[in-house]
């Protein structure tokens, strides 16, 4: 039986959740949890809530969790419910460790050992680094280094003319050279402009997806009133750099943060996959999507996605009740529209939204029941009480 809590404004005050929200306290929670190396705040959620997006409201009930990013590896968390039967996670202390150091050495009398006093003292224990929200290590280079471009604004990016070898394309240490007064001494990342993301919906470009192709130094500034290029020195090379591949500045004092704020999307919101970073068929769990809905449509970074499915269409034949796409033509022919039946959306998993573009948004598949296809549903799982 899944013990259902619904959270009591009065208790705490957390301004970006929805308190319509309800807990669900996975049936297989365990009473205690030991932090591992590797885990995410994701990770442990999922372990106790059915909704995993959901942790502020179990995690920060308890006023010892101020910092619910700062939890270690080797903490031990236990599932508790207080007087109201509402849950509350919280971190165990550490037992006090005491150790004897050496304090005094009483000098003694010839022939007679010196007398060694020992006193307890506490142990200092260093912690490991805190776990993160996310795994960090996917998204990061997609959120530095991946854009979702126009038409328009690669125009206005200069480009790789060439290199120091008269190559067409090149890998690391080749000099480039690039149509644009470039900053001596600032790096700069230089992309290859892949193809054109069409919205299956609209039938509308979304953008053009540009790939990494390498990262440079600008050691030589240009002087294109002149015609004279500038000079980059390549640093690494992701695939070949090409002439024609566009150059673009790296934020390079941009943070990624180890920390989102995760909540359930907006209820108006229903869109679909066009993207997946493996460029795949089928993709699974911490795969990198892209959908067709972004800010214009009220998508926020953090923002939790359920990925849902249209059943198979079945209709009633002659012959009895078949999949519509594998019917025979006169066996389709012959049945009203009555026939047909409206066949349900099943849940497959979740995504949470780490980039946001006006019409575009990339995502993190956080979990998933089975494979992920291109045009899979993604809603608020608001909806999925609907």
């Not at 970006?16 to 049936?27: G, K, P, R, V, Y």
């Not at 130094?217 to 009133?225: F, V, Y």
């Not at 015609?227 to 070949?240: C, I, K």
């Not at 006006?358 to 998933?368: D, G, K, P, V």
């Amino acid at each position: 039986m899944i013990k259902k809590i619904i959270l009591s404004a009065t208790f705490f005050t957390l301004p970006w959740l929805s308190f319509a929200d309800e807990l669900q306290i996975n049936e297989e929670a365990p009473q205690t949890y030991i932090v591992e190396e590797g885990d995410t705040l994701w990770d442990i959620s999922s372990i106790f809530l059915e909704q995993p997006w959901l942790w502020p409201q179990l995690w920060r009930l308890n006023p010892e969790i101020s910092n619910p990013h700062l939890i270690y590896p080797g903490d031990v968390l236990r599932l508790v419910y207080d007087e109201q039967g509402e849950p509350q996670l919280i971190v165990e202390q550490e037992p006090v460790v005491q150790e004897p150091v050496v304090t005094e050495v009483v000098e003694a009398k010839p022939r007679v050992k010196p007398t060694i006093k020992l006193s307890p003292q506490l142990r200092k224990q260093m912690k490991k680094e805190p776990i993160q929200t996310l795994p960090l290590n996917v998204i990061a280079p997609y959120m530095q280094y991946d854009h979702l471009l126009t038409q328009a604004e690669i125009d206005e990016l200069p480009h790789v003319l060439g290199n120091d070898d008269g190559q067409k394309s090149g890998i690391d240490n080749h000099k480039l050279y690039v149509n644009d007064d470039l900053e001596v001494g600032k790096s700069y990342a230089i992309y290859h402009v892949g193809a054109e993301i069409i919205d299956p919906e609209t039938e509308l470009p979304l953008g053009f997806d540009v790939k990494l192709t390498g990262t440079a130094q600008a050691i030589r500034a240009g002087d294109m009133a002149n015609r004279r290029p500038s000079t980059l020195l390549v640093n690494s090379a992701n695939r070949e750099i090409r002439s024609g591949n566009v150059v673009m500045p790296i934020n390079e004092g941009q943070l990624l943060p180890s920390f989102f704020t995760m909540q359930t999307a907006d209820e108006s919101i229903r869109g679909m996959i066009v993207k997946s970073s493996s460029d795949g068929r089928e993709f699974g769990k911490l795969e990198v999507i892209m959908i067709n809905r972004g800010s214009d449509d009220m998508v926020k970074v953090g923002d939790i996605l359920s990925i849902k499915r249209q059943s198979p269409a079945i209709v009633e034949t002659r012959n009895g009740p078949e999949y519509k796409k594998t019917a025979s033509r006169w066996a389709r022919m012959s049945t009203s529209d009555e026939a047909e039946y409206n066949m349900p959306e099943e849940s497959l998993g979740h995504v949470m939204v780490f980039k946001v573009y006006e019409n575009a948004s990339m995502a993190l598949i956080m979990r998933t029941s089975k494979p992920i296809r291109l045009q899979d549903v993604v809603v608020s799982p608001a909806q999925e009480e609907l």
